[in-house]
């Protein structure tokens, strides 16, 4: 394929890991690296070529809830180091189980102050981020010079914030999803031209 799309002079985007789930443990994130390392150690030479990652990204951690648990206590103990530390930040009611053995998802009061609520937000943004980072190093490996990318909604989906997430990637592919209720401008679209960064609205 690749070769018939070089004949046409048009260029190569091979979908790698499309519609995976980002929540994805650490056995299963290493496969897929592996699989990425693959594509570019076989396409590395080839003119034009743009690696595309992810087109229909997924965040659920409730697929795998015991990986879930595993990651989610791992960003715990990095962010807040003791199970005190964790008490304090989050409230002695908020916190059912010393750290490393809490249950995903936390608690919620439903408070707009709930921290709880706002950790696993980060705790989600941060599994897009190291499923990402871990995908382009591996294309990196074998590929310094060609272009990486996915896809993102332009309306983003439950812990896609593709604000945050595209660095390390060199374009953000920002496809919309027309609707009735939804203009056909994207804001989105703006803030990362301000930002230099490229951007398809398709």
Same mark, same amino acid.
């Given at each position: 394929?690749?070769?018939?799309?070089?004949?046409?002079?048009?260029?190569?985007?091979?979908?790698?890991?499309?519609? *995976?789930?980002?929540?994805?443990?650490?056995?299963?994130?290493?496969? +897929?690296?592996? +699989?990425?390392?693959?594509?570019?150690?076989?396409?590395?030479?080839?003119?034009?070529?743009?690696?595309?990652?992810?087109?229909?990204?997924?965040?659920?951690?409730?697929?795998?809830?015991?990986?879930?648990? @595993?990651?989610?206590?791992?960003?715990?103990?990095?962010?807040?180091?003791?199970?005190?530390?964790?008490?304090?930040?989050?409230?002695?009611?908020?916190?059912?189980?010393?750290?490393? @053995?809490?249950?995903?998802?936390?608690?919620?009061?439903?408070? /707009?102050?709930? #921290?709880?609520?706002?950790? @696993?937000?980060?705790?989600?943004?941060?599994?897009?981020?190291?499923?990402?980072?871990?995908? #382009?190093?591996?294309?990196?490996? *074998?590929?310094? %010079?060609?272009? =990486?990318?996915?896809?993102?909604?332009?309306?983003?989906?439950?812990?896609?914030?593709?604000?945050?997430?595209?660095?390390?990637?060199? #374009?953000?592919? =920002?496809?919309?999803?027309?609707?009735?209720?939804?203009?056909?401008?994207?804001?989105?679209?703006?803030?990362?031209?301000?930002?230099?960064? %490229?951007? /398809?609205?398709?």
């Amino acid at each position: 394929m690749g070769q018939l799309i070089q004949k046409h002079n048009m260029v190569f985007m091979p979908g790698m890991l499309i519609v *995976h789930n980002v929540a994805a443990g650490d056995a299963a994130l290493a496969e +897929q690296a592996r +699989q990425c390392q693959g594509y570019a150690e076989n396409l590395a030479t080839m003119p034009g070529l743009l690696y595309y990652i992810n087109g229909d990204y997924g965040n659920n951690p409730n697929e795998q809830p015991e990986e879930a648990a @595993k990651l989610w206590n791992h960003w715990l103990q990095e962010r807040y180091g003791t199970t005190d530390n964790l008490r304090a930040a989050w409230g002695a009611d908020a916190v059912t189980a010393e750290l490393g @053995k809490l249950a995903y998802p936390p608690p919620s009061s439903d408070r /707009w102050d709930d #921290v709880p609520a706002l950790d @696993k937000s980060r705790f989600l943004l941060w599994l897009t981020e190291r499923w990402n980072k871990a995908h #382009v190093a591996a294309v990196r490996t *074998h590929d310094t %010079g060609h272009p =990486i990318t996915s896809e993102y909604y332009a309306h983003p989906l439950s812990g896609i914030d593709m604000i945050s997430t595209i660095d390390g990637q060199d #374009v953000a592919n =920002i496809g919309r999803l027309f609707s009735a209720t939804r203009p056909a401008t994207s804001p989105a679209v703006e803030r990362h031209a301000d930002a230099g960064e %490229g951007a /398809w609205h398709g």
